[in-house]
C-alpha cells in the first residue's frame, strides 16, 4: 500500500493561513483520489476536501469553501492543502487519505478510504 505523510502542520492565530503537504510514496492508481479529512477532540472525522486526478476542480466541504486551496503536483504524489482565514474552530488534526475511486472521492465518507496518513495537528489560537 502507498505509504502517505503529512506536514505543514503548526499553531498559528485567528486569521492566518497554513499549508498542509500529503506526499505519497509513489503514484498508483489506489491514490487516484487524495482528500483532507479533520478531527477536533471529542468530534467525528470530517471531510475537508478532495482531488481527483483527471478532474480539474477540486471538491471542498462547505465549511472551508472560500478559505481553502487543494492542489496536486504533475507527478500525482503530492497534494498541497492551504487554508487561508483561519478560525479556532478549524483546530484539529488533519489527516491525508488517498483512493482509487471517483465516487468515494467526492462522498465525504472516511469509511470510504482505508489508506490514511499520520495526521498533521493544526492549532488556531484566538
Known amino acids: 500500500q502507498v505509504q502517505l505523510v503529512e506536514s505543514g502542520g503548526g499553531s498559528v492565530q485567528t486569521g492566518g493561513s497554513l499549508k498542509l503537504r500529503c506526499t505519497a510514496s509513489e503514484y498508483s492508481e489506489g491514490i487516484k483520489c487524495m482528500a483532507w479529512f479533520r478531527q477536533a477532540p471529542g468530534k467525528e472525522r470530517e471531510w475537508v476536501a478532495s482531488?481527483?486526478?483527471?478532474?480539474?476542480?477540486?471538491y471542498y466541504a462547505e465549511f472551508v469553501d472560500g478559505r481553502a486551496t487543494m492542489s496536486r503536483d504533475n507527478a500525482k504524489t503530492t497534494s498541497d492543502l492551504q487554508i487561508d482565514s483561519l478560525k479556532p474552530d478549524d483546530t484539529a488534526t488533519y489527516y491525508c487519505a488517498a483512493g482509487p475511486s471517483f465516487p468515494s472521492c467526492i462522498s465525504g465518507s472516511s469509511s470510504r478510504f482505508s489508506n490514511w496518513g499520520q495526521g498533521t495537528q493544526v492549532t488556531v489560537s484566538s
Open positions: 482531488f481527483y486526478v483527471g478532474v480539474i476542480t477540486p
